[in-house]
């Protein structure tokens, strides 16, 4: 064969094919980036006003009231068109501006589209305004760290995931010093508004900020971001007044996507059990979306395990006539238990294999976890307080961390006196695994929310599971159930009679489609045994190879692959739902700092119906917030919203339970969501939880 010419790779690299395939801007950003999200009725008007909405009510916590005077009175606004305004409002809509917007937390795909529409929003109202962006989250306003934003750059992000653009951060405005130089860069900059996209958090930082500068004249305006889904916005009457944050809708899609790839690699290969943790730092939002996506065999939901009652023992405590405290909301080890029945039960009809779907933030809803990470909280925030110093670089490794744990208890024990650790919680967790240990020690963020994410939740989980699948083996138990057809087939062609060994061997041989080992038979040795005792076969003889075989196959062997869904989620381009929420969110943005509010958070009403229903709206910040634990101690926060075990998309999810985990013979009951669609027709224009959720108002 005569030899190939091989091109320079000068001539290579300015290949016209090449240099096209190898473009980083292809076909598909293009058509991304050129989309206009449609937008909601109300603003199709060249202005819009605010209208004072009196029906909705919050039950106002009196910290809040306290420490959020000027704003906490807010109420909601719904964002109305002005057809004919009279001058002074045009003069004050079209006015000129400086607007700051940051990006705080995690990312959140659709977060460039609340950019987008706040900056289109506000050069249209008025060319002249000037948008700063802030850089790498609260530290860009601290550090008075922000670029100009111009419509080449926004042009650039439009559509597209991510916060590239103007990246973020997570600091926390928690300090007097923060919050001055966070003023004094309002000041420096001239701001007339401040927008902060974020999650609870950062719409508490937002509420903060509003508060402090409204001597200042600079509106601040929060945008409910985050994945998790946990800012839904419903009035003390439980009318929804915000369904979802942003970027839900696309992480679920991604994540159902993958988890349904699972499914079907799964399957077909019938060896693995795959374990998805999917993010979502405390509520199951996202594990409920991914089950209702692609319906895994086993989905945990954390609200749902916090709720659990352990009727057996509660019953048994009344006939003793007390109450067992502990019957309420569920162990580790029984959770560990749960998931090994359902395990068990698929291998008995065969299914060696299946997909798992843990919540992230499973572990604060199981009590004893729960019971560490709140004193480990206390102790390190005392520690640091008592000492002013940092208890992690104090104690940098694990053994020196547990050592001032032992510390503690054995003060407990020797003084008699009260402490927070005692002998009996040094104990228990000396009993976790080292690197369980070292995950609750960890250093907890800006916030003081325990950071789930880098805790091997799923390892301590199925560490668990495994431990109890080897009991369950040598009690015999566990066992892969075997096709009647493919047993009478493999003993027939060595000439035995399946009849006889069936009854000797299986604990369903009269009537079971898929048999079952007895279980009494755990190892060659009882297998020889029983066929001894039934008198199939003498001691001196060998095992019939085709029983041999058969035994072999009903051995289970767990074999697990883990997987993390989260990062990737977040950085998904945003689904169409998300693009055009977001883009709208901007635009709503605008709206509320065009007509003079603050301590607002920009939402859309309605996201559960057809588009041509959303209605953008203010949410007053301060009444939503409550107290809550962080870094050992009571603050005032918004209030996350974790998932109602009473709501239809639950209750749907527990009804399909038996169904999804398929413990029969046949087929599973897996589903496709496909991938995200940005073009063309695509049945999923809304997360499945709302719809569900909403059929019930
Ligand atoms: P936000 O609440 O800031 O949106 O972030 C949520 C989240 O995506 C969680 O699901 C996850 O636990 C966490 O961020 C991970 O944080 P980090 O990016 O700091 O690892």
Request: aromatic share 8%.
């Amino acid at each position: 064969m005569p030899a190939k010419k091989t091109i320079s790779e000068e001539k290579l690299l300015t290949n016209e094919k090449i240099r096209e395939a190898t473009d980083s801007v292809n076909h598909e950003l293009l058509e991304r980036r050129s989309y206009r999200p449609p937008l909601c009725k109300v603003f199709k008007s060249s202005y819009t006003a605010l209208a004072e909405d009196d029906r909705y009510r919050f039950v106002i916590d009196h910290e809040a009231r306290k420490k959020l005077p000027h704003i906490i009175q807010n109420k909601v606004q719904r964002v109305v068109p002005v057809e004919s305004p009279d001058q002074a409002f045009t003069f004050a809509y079209t006015q000129k501006r400086n607007i700051g917007i940051v990006f705080s937390g995690g990312p959140a795909p659709g977060g460039h589209n609340v950019i987008a529409g706040l900056y289109d929003a506000a050069k249209k109202a008025c060319p002249d305004t000037r948008v700063y962006g802030f850089l790498i989250g609260p530290d860009g306003i601290i550090e008075n760290e922000a670029i100009e934003l111009s419509d080449e750059r926004v042009d650039q992000y439009r559509n597209l995931g991510g916060f590239t653009m103007i990246k973020t951060g997570r600091t926390k405005i928690d300090s007097k010093q923060k919050m001055a130089h966070a003023k004094e860069t309002c000041k420096q900059l001239n701001l007339d508004a401040l927008v902060i996209v974020g999650g609870d958090d950062s719409n508490t930082n937002a509420a903060f900020l509003a508060e402090e500068m409204i001597g200042m004249g600079v509106q601040v305006i929060g945008v409910p971001k985050t994945i998790d889904g946990d800012i839904q916005v419903r009035d003390a009457d439980g009318r929804v007044l915000c369904a979802v944050s942003f970027g839900f809708h696309t992480a679920a899609r991604a994540f159902g996507l993958s988890v349904s790839n699972l499914c079907t690699d799964s399957s077909s290969d019938v060896k693995y059990w795959h374990i998805c943790k999917v993010m979502g730092r405390v509520a199951s939002h996202l594990a409920l979306e991914v089950a209702l996506q692609s319906h895994p065999n086993m989905t945990l939901i954390g609200e749902d395990l916090a709720d659990y009652v352990d009727q057996k023992r509660l019953e048994k405590a009344k006939k003793e006539g007390g109450t067992d405290y502990n019957s309420y909301g569920m162990t580790l080890r029984h959770l560990s238990r749960v998931i090994c029945d359902g395990i068990v039960r698929r291998a008995d009809v065969g299914k060696n294999y299946g997909v798992i779907v843990i919540p992230e933030g499973v572990l604060e809803f199981i009590n004893e976890i729960q019971v560490f990470i709140i004193k480990l909280n206390t102790i390190i925030a005392e520690y640091n307080q008592t000492h002013d110093t940092d208890f992690h670089s104090d104690f940098p490794q694990l053994e020196d961390k547990l050592e001032y744990l032992r510390r503690m208890a054995r003060r407990s024990r020797e003084d008699a006196a009260f402490t927070i650790w005692n002998t009996r919680d040094d104990e228990l967790f000396n009993d976790i695994p080292a690197f369980f240990q070292e995950g609750l020690l960890m250093e907890r963020d800006s916030h003081g929310n325990f950071q789930f994410s880098q805790v091997e939740t799923d390892k301590v989980l199925m560490g668990m599971v495994k431990d109890y699948l080897d009991i369950l083996y040598e009690e015999g138990f566990y066992k892969i159930g075997i096709a009647r057809t493919y047993f009478v087939k493999t003993l027939k062609k060595e000439g035995l009679d399946p009849e006889l060994y069936g009854r000797c061997l299986f604990k369903n041989y009269k009537n079971g489609e898929m048999l079952i080992i007895k279980p009494t038979i755990i190892s060659v040795k009882t297998l020889k045994q029983e066929l001894a005792k039934s008198g199939i076969l003498s001691e001196d003889k060998d095992i019939p190879a085709a029983v041999l075989k058969i035994f072999t196959y009903s051995i289970p062997k767990l074999k697990t692959q883990t997987h993390f869904f989260g990062y990737d989620g977040r950085g998904n381009d945003p689904t169409r739902f998300d693009c055009i929420y977001t883009y709208n969110l901007g635009l709503t943005a605008f709206s509320l700092i065009a007509d003079g509010v603050t301590g607002q958070m920009a939402a859309i009403k309605n996201l559960e119906k057809e588009f041509s229903q959303w209605e953008p709206i203010g949410i007053p910040i301060a009444p939503l917030m409550h107290l809550e634990e962080r870094k050992g101690r009571l603050e005032l926060v918004l209030e996350k919203s974790l998932v109602d075990v009473n709501s239809a998309s639950f209750r749907v999810v527990k009804a399909f339970r038996e169904k999804w985990l398929a413990a029969v013979p046949g087929d599973d009951d897996y589903r496709r969501p496909g991938p995200i669609r940005f073009t063309g027709k695509s049945v999923e224009e809304r997360p499945i939880t709302l719809v569900l959720n909403a059929l019930e108002g």
